[in-house]
């Protein structure tokens, strides 16, 4: 009988064991470590979901102080970091992020120790200084001086803090706490399973999370709730309807992508879209207008009706940052930041049961039997 053929991608292929994320696309469900994202998003910070993420267990009061005051530690930059930054020509803010998150291991006394504890101080290290390079870039690139991390502060509101020079209301920081939740971590996606292949070499924990910042650059992977902002902000805020209505039915008629739907593993809502589009509509209301949120409303009612696709998790993040005041070239590295901390407890993961990553391919080139032409006869 013959081998059914492998669909592209890898799509369906279970590639690893692991005990950090559950995914049901049939029925919308994800949790990490056993614990709904409704439930987390809801009641959890990031600090705790990172524990999570680290321990498979959530921590105590005690344990959350201590990881808080680890991450305080760790926040600020090396100046020579932040020179660095300087230094760099006008380039993307994943490209900048691929090279300092590069750079910090030469500042890492322990970037070399291989011993579980030496890579979760890592770990907590990256995951702490990861904000503090996304929020410092993108103070650089608008001019700004950079700003210190405030040590009281959460992880979410000193990146506020550092990106814009406010204080952020608690609103504000709710909010971002809940994107950093919603973002931590989604099962073998492209970045995850790069740095858990990379980390199968036993290469080094710095190594490992910039293959994975190097997939989440790519289009199909991170930036499309950069995509989605640019086309509400290409119909304008003061769009009628009609003229909403219009464009993405001249987009259907054109086979163009509406950017923030679909999902190669979700067959129903993303449940992360559930609390992006509250955020959303709440930080519009606070704002004093809602404008981009009800014109992302209308999208997504006229594509769930005529294409029967649901936002993912980029299409309300995307009308939620921007009310944050967050340029749109850093909603990736945004992405990152959260990102940082799944990464980190995949690598962990891969660390404590390795085996090399080492899969085949289904050869469909010419059979292995041709015969050597010398160059002057061909």
Known sequence: MQAEKPKGGLEDVVATSSAICYLDGERGVLAYCGYDIHDLAQSATFEEVCYLLWHRRLPTRSELGDLQSQFSAARALPEAIVRMMRSLPPVDGMDALRTITSALAHYDAEADESSPQAQYRKAVRLTAQTGTVVATWGRLRAGGGPIAPDPVLSQAANFLYMLTGERPNATAIRAFDVALILHADHELNASTFAARVAAATLTDIYSAVVAGIAALKGPLHGGANAEVMKMLLEFGQDASPERVDAAIRGMFARKEKIPGF???????????????????QELGKRAGNTAWYDMSQRIEALVKAEKKLNPNVDFYSASTYYTLGIPIDLYTPIFAVSRMSGWTAHILEQYSNNRLIRPRAEYIGPAPDLKWVPVSQR
């Open 262 to 280: 679909g999902h190669r593993v979700y067959r129903t809502e993303d449940p992360r879209a559930t609390h992006l589009r509250q955020m959303s």
